[in-house]
């Protein structure tokens, strides 16, 4: 268990309206990334985070924006949410025992009307 | 650019079989890191297991095991006497090496396993 937890596990909103994704973990990690997983994509990074403030840009991160203000959060912001932001959003940490591994929170699956 | 192909979009497999997934990778970079994860059907992904591109040595855990070939770019993984329990989605993923970086991780779509009792 990498102690990494995600919030809210289940969102349903409308098109246009701002939403937040959490992920919170409680091992004092410094890398932490977000991804998105759609059909027939596999999971694709969005954003990710190499410590506090300290973020950057992944494959898919157009319409997303994200912050750290402190370690063990990690925020994914989707300032109008669009219906082909509808997805699974994972976040993950990295560690291991050679500190290359990434580990996954359980996931919030978005749904955007 | 880096790209993972997993040409299986599907397996089925009846219980007790061998099934072979395959992953090919393409990267400029000469060294880098190959993984696999397991998504069973409650949806969280399992890591499974890493290899560095400087030791092509297969790795074996119990029934599952690792094909790592360099000169063709490809990590196989192989599931020996196949479980019901086995069923999921299986992904590879391949990353640079960078020295106390970020080590991004380039996904491949997926196989889809089931193995039938």
């Known amino acids: 268990d990498a102690g990494i937890t995600q919030s809210p596990r289940h969102k349903v909103t409308e098109t246009g309206t701002p939403v937040t994704l959490r992920c919170h973990q409680t091992?004092?990690?410094?890398?932490m990334y977000w991804y998105r997983q759609d059909p027939g994509h596999g999971l694709r990074l969005i954003h990710y985070?190499?410590?506090?403030?300290?973020?950057d840009k992944g494959e898919v991160s157009d319409g997303y924006s994200v912050s750290r203000s402190k370690t063990e959060d990690f925020l994914l912001t989707l300032e109008s949410a669009t219906s082909s932001q509808t997805s699974v959003y994972f976040c993950a940490i990295k560690a291991g025992l050679a500190g290359v591994e990434q580990f996954f929170g359980p996931g919030t699956r978005l749904t955007v009307l | 650019a880096q790209k993972v192909t997993q040409a299986q979009t599907e397996i089925s497999v009846v219980e007790k079989e061998d099934v072979t997934l395959d992953c090919v990778y393409e990267t400029r970079d000469t060294t880098y890191y190959l993984f696999w994860y397991k998504q069973p059907p409650s949806g969280e992904l399992v890591f499974l297991i890493r290899?560095?591109?400087?030791?092509?040595q297969n790795e074996i855990s119990g029934r599952y095991s690792w094909n790592f070939q360099k000169s063709t770019s490809s990590f196989n993984f192989t599931i020996t006497a196949s479980q019901v329990v086995d069923s999921a989605v299986y992904f590879c993923a391949l990353s640079d090496i960078t020295q106390g970086g970020s080590e991004k991780l380039v996904f491949g779509k997926g196989t889809k396993l089931t193995v039938n009792p």
């Open positions: 091992e004092n990690h410094r890398y």
């Open positions: 985070s190499y410590g506090v403030k300290d973020t």
């Open positions: 290899r560095n591109s400087f030791d092509e």
